[in-house]
């Protein structure tokens, strides 16, 4: 039995959440905490979180003991002497949560009294882990097929050993000061720069230097392990882009289409073995790279804790992967664990089938950029650049695809082979080298052209399996559209996933004459259940996405139902702030007890954990996808962020009842660095304004102002569509932080505007006052009598925390290379908090 199945002893425990949203780093950490910590209540163990981010759903949870400060070893220190913590929980947050948790280890001594222990990992691991070169050497020593390492600190040294191996090389910086990047150097001139830029990462001044394996496969297997080595695979994905081309930015898929049986099963075996090894009691994600030509297997990543893989193969199968990981960190054997009831009863010791195929797309950042007249380098290599993802699922990865891409870009006639038509072949040929973001559409306009496909693969590195799928994508889409209003094609385009935007556009038409003819044609939708027995075994299904088969497997749940529209994938300046709020939302729905509904398509976001809705539509959040949800289900009302007004417009005029969460279209600009942005807040409940308090903004920093000096008793009635939290917004050309404002200084050429998510979740947390929810309980006419009390007194409501909100340390110029300083307030990724005297 391991030296860390500790269940009777544990008595309370300490989540470090993942921090800041960053490039990588969305909010699956964050969801994952905020799933499992009731579960621990449940085995009677206090829980205790700490988190920097304004976002973070744990910090606003009622099942554990709160703590919103910097993620610092001092901080961390304090609170687990104060509180007596024996167990700490850092690989729910990540990698920068265990690599935070190894310093504060690493910095211990013996005045600080005993180390509490890390749940999953002995101490010993944990350091190992954290050490990429002692983990490669551990792994190595083992039998275990990685690549070799070698760690350098001096530019000499580094051109020592340049001598020895060959081009291309993979450096990466040691002990990291934020999220690890891989550079690759395929020319001598760019090795130097190479060194400087890894050591500047390195706490240390530390590089990793390896021999680069660009152009293999990239292979992702996801498993757990329990206190008596039973260990069992969870979910597996390939990269359709080469290695050589960021994981995060690559089109992945799952399950694994092109590689042969015999060694996915040599992956699994190996990928055991490390869990072994490590004597893990948990999940752990494997990345392996496949050179097709040689079968040779090489380990290039071992992450022994949730990250982005964990939660994606948890939507993508259906299986319950939060909740399973925090039994096993307990150490509860995998066949005693006991789920709640809405997953079956062997589900945790049932490794999960998929009868269907899921495409996962990077979302990337450079139009809402290059709208700003802010360029970028759009060139994809080992440097991550997109900021977020989505999901397709369909029963073929076509169906998947389509999908997947309505998801990632809600314009989806933009998305059509007819417009990369511009595209010299001397420029598609450059690109089909060097990717970019629009690498998709660029291999099928490269098809289009007549490119033979071993040509392309060649080019690419890309398998021919994919090409020979575009090829067959293509000839549809150009026989969909050369035989207009054909029901017989109507009929074959629904099946692989083309939506009715796409075929209005072929056949000149409307979506709703699209739809009417589907309808009139009996060309219906169905929904399957993504089940992690894939059907074999009776389960309490609540995850669906949508095809074209014979038989519906989603029936309509209630007829008060709420359906709750998701905010997608997350994008420049809306970070998590809009998951954020739509979790919030449908949290409060199910506390009122509405039957809830949620549709959305991100995997990362808190919305699609399982205990927040009554039912999921794993689809695209485009007007059509919409409707057949609400067709089906025929809710009460549909829940939408503001910011989605092209839709809000159609389902109105669909004759939906639509509730908004407030929400400008775009992140509003900040204020430069020679003024202040001033706004006075007020909630609005459907007929009574009241204000709230003044706030001043100065670049990539928000602070309420304590002191208010005559506040308005009654704030003149504004045109607002629906309750919620808005500002009244001026400017001021003063760099200095106040401390009272007055009425008088509100200008004539103020203007008001919905107050912008993330200002929600900072002021939420300042004040200790739910402003979303009250949004959600206002909309409904379910304010109570305390809530109006509470609003009437609010601008008397004290800080709880002197604690601004500030730009997180996003380092734009290592992922992006952008020509200009990228405004830190509008087009935020993540925030942090500071405080101030």
């Known amino acids: 039995m391991s030296n860390i199945t500790i269940n009777n002893k544990i008595k309370k425990i300490l989540f470090i959440g993942a921090g800041a949203n960053d490039f990588g780093r969305e909010a699956e950490h964050d969801a994952a905490i905020y799933q499992v910590m009731p579960e621990l209540r449940g085995h009677g163990i206090e829980v205790f979180v700490v988190d920097e981010n304004p976002y973070a759903l744990s910090l606003e949870s009622l099942a554990a003991t709160t703590f919103w400060q910097p993620l610092t070893i001092e901080n961390l220190k304090k609170i687990v002497k104060e509180n007596n913590i024996d167990t700490v929980a850092p690989l729910f947050g990540g990698e920068a949560s265990l690599r935070l948790w190894a310093e504060v280890v690493q910095s211990w001594s013996h005045g600080d009294g005993p180390v509490p222990n890390t749940l999953g990992l002995s101490i010993e691991m944990l350091l190992k882990v954290n050490n990429i070169p002692a983990l490669t050497a551990y792994m190595a020593k083992n039998g275990l097929p990685v690549i070799n390492n070698y760690v350098l600190k001096a530019q000499d040294e580094a051109n020592e050993l340049l001598r020895e191996l060959q081009l291309p090389l993979m450096i990466r910086a040691l002990h990291p000061n934020q999220t690890n990047t891989r550079h690759i150097v395929e020319r001598l001139d760019d090795f130097e720069d190479a060194i400087n830029l890894a050591k500047l990462q390195s706490v240390t001044q530390e590089v990793i230097i390896s021999k680069a394996i660009n152009g293999l496969k990239e292979v992702s297997i996801e498993v757990l392990r329990d206190f008596r080595g039973n260990k069992m695979q969870i979910g597996a994905s390939e990269d359709m882009d080469p290695i ?114 899921v495409v996962k797309l990077p979302v990337f950042p450079f139009g809402e950029l290059v709208q700003a007249g802010v360029h970028v380098n759009r060139q994809l290599n080992s440097v991550q650049k997109s900021i977020g993802t989505t999901l397709g699922f369909g029963r073929t990865f076509i169906e998947a695809l389509e999908k997947a891409i309505r998801s990632a870009h809600f314009n989806n006639a933009s998305f059509s082979p007819t417009n990369m038509a511009y595209i010299n072949d001397d420029e598609l040929i450059q690109q089909l080298i060097h990717p970019q973001d629009n690498r998709v559409l660029l291999l099928i306009e490269a098809i289009k052209r007549g490119y033979e496909i071993d040509e392309l693969a060649e080019l690419t590195a890309i398998d021919e399996f994919y090409f020979y799928q575009l090829k067959h994508l293509h000839t549809l889409e150009e026989e969909v559209e050369a035989d207009i209003d054909s029901i017989k094609s109507l009929r074959r385009g629904k099946k692989y996933g083309l939506s009715d935007g796409l075929l209005a556009r072929f056949w000149h038409t409307d979506f709703n004459i699209i739809r009417t003819l589907a309808k009139e044609n009996h060309i219906d939708v169905t929904y399957k259940a993504v089940e992690p027995s894939a059907g074999e075994f009776p389960e309490n299904a609540r995850q669906y996405y949508a095809t074209y088969e014979a038989e519906n497997e989603s029936v309509q749940i209630n007829a008060d139902s709420v359906l709750v529209i998701g905010s997608g994938a997350f994008r420049m300046g809306d970070a998590a702030s809009g998951g954020y709020a739509t979790t919030i939302t449908m949290s409060e729905l ?180 739910q402003w979303i929810r009250l949004t959600i309980r206002a909309a409904l006419h379910e304010l109570t009598d305390q809530d109006v009390t509470t609003l009437a007194m609010i601008n008397q409501q004290p800080i709880v925390q002197p604690l601004s909100m500030i730009a997180a340390d996003v380092n734009y110029r290592l992922h992006l290379q952008p020509n200009e300083v990228i405004d830190g307030t509008r087009f935020e990724i993540g925030v942090g908090v500071n405080y101030y005297e």
């Open 244 to 357: 050589g081309i960021h994981t995060a930015d690559s089109l992945s898929v799952s399950p694994i289409l092109t590689i042969q049986d015999q060694l996915i099963s040599k992956m699994r075996d190996y990928a055991f073995r490390v869990a072994d090894i490590l004597q893990l009691q948990g999940v752990m994600h494997v990345q392996f790279a496949v050179d097709d030509d040689t079968n040779k297997i090489y380990i290039i990543k071992v992450s022994p804790y949730i990250d982005q893989m964990a939660t994606r193969m948890s939507l993508a199968t259906g299986y319950p992967t939060m909740l399973v990981t925090i039994n096993l960190a307990l150490g509860v054997a995998l066949e005693d664990i006991v789920l709640p009831h809405n997953f079956g009863k062997n589900t945790a010791i049932m490794e999960p089938m998929m009868d269907h195929v």
């Open 590 to 769: 199910r506390r009122l007890q509405y039957p809830t509904i949620i549709m959305n398509n991100n995997p990362s976001d808190a919305t699609l954990l399982p205990h927040l809705a009554d039912k999921q539509y794993l689809e695209p959040l485009e007007i059509s996808d919409v409707m057949r949800v609400v067709e089906l289900e025929k809710p009460q009302a549909i829940v939408i962020p503001g910011n989605r007004r092209k839709l809000i417009k159609a389902l109105r005029d669909l004759g939906q009842q639509v509730i908004i969460l407030p929400k400008e279209k775009h992140t509003p600009s900040g204020p430069n660095e020679n003024q202040s942005e001033f706004a006075l807040n007020l909630f609005y409940d459907g007929q009574n304004m009241y204000p709230i308090n003044f706030t001043q903004h100065m670049a990539g920093e928000v602070r309420i102002i304590p002191q208010l000096a005559n506040l308005p008793e009654e704030i003149a009635q504004k045109e607002i569509e629906s309750p919620g939290v808005y500002q009244i917004i001026w400017y001021q050309n003063t760099v200095t932080w106040i401390d009272t404002v007055d009425a008088a200084d509100i200008v004539h050429d103020s203007w008001l505007r919905p107050m912008p998510f993330g200002q929600i979740a900072y002021m939420t947390k300042v004040m200790d006052v």
